[in-house]
């Protein structure tokens, strides 16, 4: 896979910009190019917290919804929430469940088993709740695509409020989007086109919390009392791989600060068995350890698993169950290499390597782990890519997107094809009939229109930094632009002339390359890469003097502190 590299050229007084903010220079290049402009966006950026966030009353529907939850709470009926089976699906429902339990509701939760449910709300969940006694349905991260399912629900005299996240699904006529919405009692989803809440990048935790927040409030209840969900929220908005920016940025920060100190024995459990060092707790350990494990139950069991987790009692069970989250996790790392190289097989000796859009069919792949391939093939080939797998009912899988394609988007003009689909621009989830797969790969790679431009990797270079500039003061202030993930990337550095010394692959697995780097000026530093380490091996063997972007860390060992280049792209 070429990439294309490119040093961010954006201009603004970045002197006067650090001495009123009191950062270096380089700190005040990196939020330009984050396109933070202005005085209130710039002291958000770097101070922004709780206190700062929007009215959750101004979210659609999210009164009228806290109106209906409060007489029906008055009148003691039953009332049911329905997730969805991901980490961002699991932390949703535990918000929803302990809010409504603090104000005396009448609560229980379904989680769908991803298997025989499938995804989010349906006719058998609904079935299932007018026979047990329910009155209400509250989803969460899923219902805004439940189109059918929600009026099928209304239909039988039940009460449904949907909060969700996802994009609202659409027909287009004559160039115009008719949005289908549906029919349910109350609707919380940022992205509905009359929704005049500010931010529309929250998760489905997110969103979930914003009503709990509002249905304290109309209680008088202190929404105090709820911020200790708001670890809950950030290790959802990790785990879904939303953007970084403003309330995201706020609800991950502080709920990092919070999981330092979580008293969730189930989380602590989950920490302390996956050997995460919690005084460093940052967005990578969320999104690549214990992410990872609350999804890997819903994978490969039933996400059920991952509430009691969090729901753990005591020590004594949290530790229990947590180990039982870490073996299921190491299984489906296994099944997921295999599915990869399959997968890659499959693509290097047929047709698809010449599409601009891979849809890839693997009848005994686990479905569970379509998306996790699909990611992994997008990073490869970095193109728009769905993986799918056989069920009793057709087709289904997930497809993972690049940057310059709107999958959701590209979906809707095909969605004949499809018994299901829903999404938002990088992911989506689909089922569809066998027989179609040939057919949507044809007609998705006809509507593409993506050039080769777009299907080069685009590594965006915040500036190149001589080594010279580089000390621990520097990487101190760096850690002020955290929490870094989607949206608010790490920054990258470069520089184009660098000569390799020594470079060596060490570690138990052998998944670590070190090396030594030398500008032109002579000036040394340690390099450290982790990724395809015996290609980039040959690749430095071969060149000796080549461009690399890095990312300075402090390196402490036996007692010594010492400056160390993260390698991260090199061409």
């Known amino acids: 896979m070429r990439s294309d590299w490119r040093v961010y050229a954006k201009r603004a007084d970045f002197k006067g910009i650090a001495g009123k903010y009191g950062i270096d220079q380089v700190i005040a290049r990196i939020i330009r190019n984050r396109d933070i402009c202005g005085d209130a966006a710039i002291d958000m950026y770097l101070n922004g917290d709780i206190n700062d966030m929007h009215n959750p009353e101004s979210m659609k529907d999210a009164v009228l919804s806290v109106d209906i939850i409060t007489q029906k709470i008055k009148d003691k009926c039953k009332i049911r929430i329905i997730g969805d089976y991901d980490i961002d699906g699991i932390c ?46 509250i989803t969460c991260d899923n219902g805004i695509a439940a189109v059918q399912e929600i009026a099928y629900a209304r239909e039988l005299g039940m009460t449904v409020i949907v909060t969700d996240h996802h994009e609202v699904k659409f027909k287009e006529e004559n160039g115009v989007r008719i949005y289908q919405v549906p029919a349910a009692d109350a609707v919380i989803d940022p992205h509905q086109e009359d929704c005049n809440y500010p931010y529309k990048e929250l998760c489905g935790a997110g969103v979930a919390y914003k009503l709990v927040r509002v249905l304290l409030e109309e209680l008088e209840i202190d929404p105090a009392k709820a911020e200790y969900l708001i670890e809950n929220v950030a290790i959802a908005t990790i785990g879904d791989v939303v953007n970084l920016t403003g309330e995201n940025r706020i609800f991950v920060r502080t709920g990092l600060e919070m999981l330092k100190k979580t008293k969730n024995e189930g989380l602590k459990a989950l920490f302390e068995c996956t050997g995460i060092d919690v005084e460093n707790l940052n967005t990578y350990h969320i999104g690549f350890v214990i992410g990872p494990c609350i999804n890997a139950c819903g994978r490969l069991d039933t996400a059920k698993r991952a509430l009691e987790l969090l729901n753990a009692p005591g020590r004594r069970e949290a530790v229990m169950m947590a180990e039982d989250l870490k073996a299921l996790n190491e299984s489906r790392k296994e099944m997921t290499e295999k599915g990869v190289e399959r997968a890659v097989e499959m693509i290097e000796t047929s047709v698809l390597k010449k599409d601009s859009v891979l849809v890839v069919y693997l009848p005994d792949c686990h479905e569970s782990i379509a998306g996790i391939i699909a990611g992994r093939l997008k990073e490869r080939y970095y193109r728009p890519t769905f993986v799918l797998t056989k069920t009793e009912n057709g087709a289904k899988g997930s497809g993972r997107s690049i940057e310059a394609y709107d999958m959701f988007a590209e979906m809707n003009r095909c969605a004949e094809m499809f018994t299901r689909f829903g999404g938002h621009k990088l992911a989506a989830g689909l089922s569809l009939p066998e027989e179609n797969i040939g057919s949507f790969r044809k007609k998705i790679n006809e509507l593409s229109q993506l050039t080769e431009e777009d299907m080069q990797e685009r590594v965006s270079i915040d500036l190149c930094l001589p080594f010279e500039y580089i ?101």
């Open 92 to 137: 949703s429902i535990y918000i929803l469940y302990k809010g409504l339990i603090a104000v005396g509701a009448d609560v229980d939760y379904v989680v769908p088993h991803r298997i025989n449910d499938g995804y989010g709300i349906n006719e058998h969940l609904i079935d299932n709740a007018i026979n047990e006694g329910i009155d209400t349905i």
């Open 471 to 571: 000390d621990e003061n520097l990487i101190a202030e760096l850690k002020r632009l955290e929490p870094f993930g989607m949206g608010n990337e790490k920054p990258k550095f470069a520089d184009r002339n660098l000569s390799v010394i020594d470079p060596r692959i060490f570690g138990k697995n052998r998944n670590v390359l070190k090396c030594r780097l030398r500008n032109e000026r002579g000036m040394q530093m340690d390099g450290i890469y982790f990724g395809d380490v015996e290609e980039c091996l040959e690749v430095m063997e071969q060149r000796k003097v080549m461009p690399l972007t890095f990312y300075p860390k402090i390196n402490e060992y036996m007692g010594k502190r010492s400056i160390q280049l993260e390698i991260v792209n090199y061409q």
